[in-house]
């Protein structure tokens, strides 16, 4: 019995060493992904809500996935959870393979589905339900030989039609594990049956549950293998730190490019504006990204989709950043973009249109994590520092009487100074705009009108070199 045990040793190391290494490449260099999962996958502690995932087949797989996926907001979580699920999955698989094959070529199959699913997670659609589903399948083989001693086909098509309603596309797994067993016992008449029934069940379930049969069939989602993207990384990073009010990290993340992209250039403005700073590192950037030049629809990157409220927010247009919300929300996965309803609801405060903050109010107040934020802001029980920062935010919303037809960016940041002259971070984007697009009259008029006029000076090295020209 000794004996045995020390020969699973090497095996069991191997996929311990390897989910270890996993796991630091997660945390350290892909921990950014995990938390926007958690940002398109709001869970709502409700009886309506959790009813809604029995209407589809792997609700058991999905309602898991995405209980646990709300977790994902702690960076670290996300990284512990995947490389923990891909241990369990390859351990599980080589258990079962021994049962078919021999030790060696167990091993090799098993530590190569642990290298496969490292490679998944990589993709920028993976969602953790996915390995779930995977687990979900193996785990039904090995049950299902615990249970029925003698197995036979009638037992193993019911059990494949539970595990296609539990998880989904883990039946195909089962199947395929299924028939490889009987392979393995040279019953070769029969090995083909359960696979066979494996593809006609979704054929029944795409009806059952109005989908198209391939989205039955791979349901809850099926993942190529793909090689890390930086790019995408860094792009969440910058967004993440900036949704924390990590400044100084977004202007760690930024700088640390050759090059800045438009969407870090635009977080590190944003930043700079913040601090009343824009006009002075303005020039220190060789592609000066402003966001003001930018037009979103239906076309635009994720990226620019989703910085745009931000933008908006800070130089205090409630209307064009609840319409950068909306959008964004609209092309999150399932709509489901929790920054996004916490943005509505803050906008929503600002304006003073109360309903309508409420009303995210109690979908936040469903939640787990987001619980203490919603309490916060509340309308009528708000936190001191939030009514604090509203009423500071309230003074800079546009109060211009006219219905805009597009989002020029120029005609928001003057409806913002005329209405509240006050407004320095409208007021550098509106001149610093000017100046890089080579505009030096329009840039003068603008000084003229919202400096001169207003008796705000604003004595930036960069705006009297180009008064002095």
């Known amino acids: ?131 779930l589903s995977v687990l979900t399948g193996v785990l039904a083989i090995n049950f299902y030989s615990l249970i029925f001693k003698k ?32 392979i393995a016992q040279k019953r070769l008449k029969d090995f083909w049956v359960i696979p066979a029934i494996a593809m006609v069940i979704p054929m029944v379930g795409h009806r059952i549950f109005q989908t198209t049969y391939t989205r039955n069939l791979t349901y809850p989602g099926f993942y190529a293998p793909a090689m890390p993207d930086s790019h995408s990384e860094l792009s969440y990073a910058i967004a993440t730190e900036y949704y924390f009010r990590h400044f100084d990290k977004v202007e760690q993340l930024a700088l640390q490019q050759d090059t800045m992209t438009a969407q870090s250039g635009i977080y590190y403005n944003m930043v700079q504006a913040q601090k009343g700073l824009l006009p002075d590192k303005i020039q220190d950037q060789a592609i000066p990204e402003l966001g003001t030049l930018l037009h979103i629809d239906e076309n635009s990157p994720t990226e620019a989709i989703n910085l745009m409220n931000d933008f908006y927010y800070l130089i205090g247009d409630m209307a064009m950043a609840e319409r950068a919300a909306i959008m964004a929300s609209v092309f999150s996965p399932e709509n489901r973009n929790i920054k996004m309803l916490k943005r509505l609801c803050e906008i929503n405060l600002v304006t003073g249109d109360t309903a309508i903050a409420l009303k995210y109010v109690r979908i936040l107040e469903k939640t787990l ?81 919202y400096c001169v006029q207003n008796d705000h000076p604003r004595l930036k090295k960069i705006y009297i070199e180009a008064l002095s020209k």
């Open 1 to 131: 019995m000794t004996q045995v045990k020390n020969k699973d040793i090497f095996p069991q190391s191997a996929f311990v060493i390897l989910t270890l290494v996993s796991l630091m490449i997660f945390h350290f260099c892909y921990k950014y992904h995990f938390f926007i999962q958690e940002q398109n996958h709001i869970f709502i502690c409700s009886q309506q809500y959790i009813a809604e995932y029995f209407q589809q087949n792997a609700w058991l797989t999905r309602l898991v996935g995405d209980f646990i996926t709300q977790f994902f907001y702690y960076l670290y979580v996300g990284p512990a959870v995947a490389s923990a699920l891909i241990l369990i999955i390859t351990t599980e698989s080589y258990r079962c393979f021994k049962k078919i094959l021999d030790k060696k070529t167990s091993f090799i199959i098993s530590i190569t589905i642990q290298i496969l699913l490292f490679f998944i997670v990589f993709n920028n659609n993976f969602q953790i339900d996915f390995l």
């Open 151 to 182: 197995e036979g086909l009638c037992s193993a098509a019911v059990t494949l039609v539970v595990v296609y309603y539990i998880a989904g596309f883990a039946q195909l797994i089962f199947a395929g594990l299924y028939a490889a067993k009987l």
């Open 369 to 449: 994590l987001y619980k203490s934020w919603a309490t916060k802001h509340n309308p009528y029980s708000m936190d001191s520092d939030v009514a604090k920062e509203i009423a500071e935010k309230r003074k800079l919303i546009n109060r211009t009487p006219l219905i805009r037809l597009n989002d020029n960016c120029r005609e928001i940041l003057t409806e913002l100074l005329d209405s509240n002259p006050d407004n320095i971070a409208a007021l550098d984007y509106l001149l610093c705009t000017d100046l890089i697009l080579g505009q030096l009259q329009t840039f003068k008029a603008d000084y003229y009108k």
